[in-house]
């Protein structure tokens, strides 16, 4: 599976950006996909999984009621919608997916990892 995240970029606080990742190489349908974050000097950390139908989702508490995920399976790309966003947000956002079906909450329930998109929020 590769995945491509794109949508990164700085912004304001209390401003909002959208987050794409694409995949390929897979039957999307089939995968549990997920964002995590890395800021500077910061493990990485759990944002956000959803499951192949949607309807199942999980949110870390810091993000829970600001970010959304979401997931066009027709286009093979999951989405990431930011709002609120802070100047602690300011991290590598990074896209994942597993074929387990766990909508795990740790790295190590991913396998196919996409490339960082850098997200910088200003005070």
């Known amino acids: 599976v590769q995945l491509q995240a794109s949508g990164g970029g700085l912004v304001q606080a209390g401003g909002s950006l959208r987050l794409s990742c694409a995949a390929s190489g897979r039957t999307f349908s089939s995968l549990v996909m997920a964002w995590f974050r890395q800021a500077p000097g910061k493990e990485c950390e759990f944002v956000a999984a959803i499951r192949w139908s949607g309807r199942d989702t999980s949110y870390a508490e810091s993000v829970r009621g600001r970010f959304t995920i979401s997931r066009a399976n027709a286009k093979s790309t999951v989405y990431l919608q930011m709002n609120i966003l802070k100047p602690e947000d300011t991290a590598v956002y990074y896209c994942?997916?597993?074929?387990?079906?766990?909508?795990?909450?740790?790295?190590?329930?991913?396998?196919?990892w996409g490339q960082g998109t850098l997200v910088t929020v200003s005070s």
């Open positions: 994942a997916a597993d074929s387990r079906n766990l909508l795990a909450r740790g790295a190590g329930g991913y396998d196919y």
